[in-house]
């Protein structure tokens, strides 16, 4: 990787905004970062507040990013978005010109079957080496750049440029002590759904335990406190507590308004991922379907929307703490006001 490589982020929703940023700021300052966003004052406001570091242009399309960029990252909400930054073939990359050496990761929660395609169809056109590369950690870890990377490629060796390239931007992104590498295409998301099958559950288990305790009269501290030190213990409640004011050790969305985070109506493509993945190979998933359910009606819930999935603790009945204010606030539009 050359000091002049230049890079592109293409995505800047919750998660790939703070990525892009952490990119930003410790890719080489004198290369240029091109960002692209179908909200493009998105586009508008990183260029703002990190320009900064070094050279930032927006761009209106993927293939235009892949024609001036060495290393891409992406990270959209579906298939269908995917397939589109890359496959089409007018303003994705397959459309640029071609460049065996280009780098993309792709850092998308998207079903196994699109990221094959993309990525065999990339390697066709000699459009360089896609990598599905979904993430883990939320925001926090995001911001932080601590995320742990589920990466569908081989163990990168230090004797070859494309894995010191590889190696070089993940680093930007996550903790090296969190990648796994999953040795093929299509691997990283096969660990993610699964790995959200086991998320969308645990919280909505957690919420509505911590609801029944707390409407028998126990202190939200104190039946916190038995589960951290009992075998009802998770990341889910240690991270994610769904009581506001309970978790004081890390940030925790029910502390900010629920602010996401995660938002509730992703949980249903997480755990739709996950009811398809599982019936694929045979598999019932059983704890998942009855959870969609919960998650189906709660993504409709007002005190939900558009909030922290955490917030599903308040869909299924739970109790707020005396004395509470809850700090977020819905705006004329209907947004949050966190």
Not at 13 to 38: E, H, Q, W
Not at 96 to 118: F, G, P, Q, W, Y
Not at 296 to 314: H, Q
Request: proline share 5%; charged share 20%; net charge negative.
């Amino acid at each position: 990787m050359t000091d002049t490589e230049h890079y592109a982020f293409i995505g800047l929703g919750a998660m790939g905004y703070a990525m892009c940023m952490n990119i930003r700021k410790k890719m080489p300052p004198s290369s240029t970062l091109f960002i692209n966003d179908v909200h493009t004052p998105a586009c508008d406001k990183f260029k703002a507040e990190y320009s900064s570091f070094g050279p930032i242009e927006i761009v209106s399309t993927a293939r235009e990013a892949a024609e001036q960029a060495g290393i891409i990252i992406s990270i959209v909400p579906a298939g269908k978005d995917v397939k589109a930054v890359y496959l089409d073939e007018k303003t994705g990359v397959v459309a640029a010109r071609k460049n065996s050496h280009r780098l993309m990761l792709e850092c998308s929660t998207i079903d196994v079957a699109s990221t094959k395609e993309v990525g065999i169809r990339l390697a066709e056109e000699g459009s360089g080496t896609y990598i599905d590369a979904p993430v883990s950690g939320g925001v926090p870890a995001a911001e932080q750049g601590t995320l742990a990377m589920l990466i569908g490629h081989k163990q990168p060796t230090d004797t070859t440029p494309a894995s010191q390239r590889l190696s070089a931007v993940l680093s930007m992104l996550g903790a090296p002590s969190k990648f796994f590498y999953l040795n093929e295409l299509g691997a990283g998301l096969t660990a993610k759904i699964a790995n959200n099958y086991l998320s969308g559950t645990i919280l909505l288990a957690t919420a509505e335990a911590l609801a029944m305790g707390v409407k028998h009269g126990l202190d939200p501290s104190d039946l916190y406190s038995v589960i951290k030190h009992s075998t009802g213990q998770s990341w889910m409640c240690d991270h994610v507590m769904p009581i506001p004011n309970v978790q004081t050790d890390c940030w925790v969305p029910s502390n900010s308004g629920y602010r996401p985070g995660f938002k509730t109506q992703m949980m249903l493509k997480d755990l739709g991922l996950g009811i398809e993945g599982a019936r694929q190979v045979g598999i019932e998933p059983s704890m998942a379907l009855a959870a969609m359910k919960v998650w189906e009606s709660a993504a409709k819930d007002a005190r939900c929307i558009d909030r922290d999935g955490s917030s599903v603790y308040l869909h299924v009945g739970g109790v707020l703490p005396k004395g509470y204010e809850d700090k977020g606030r819905k705006n004329e539009d209907g947004t949050w006001n966190f």
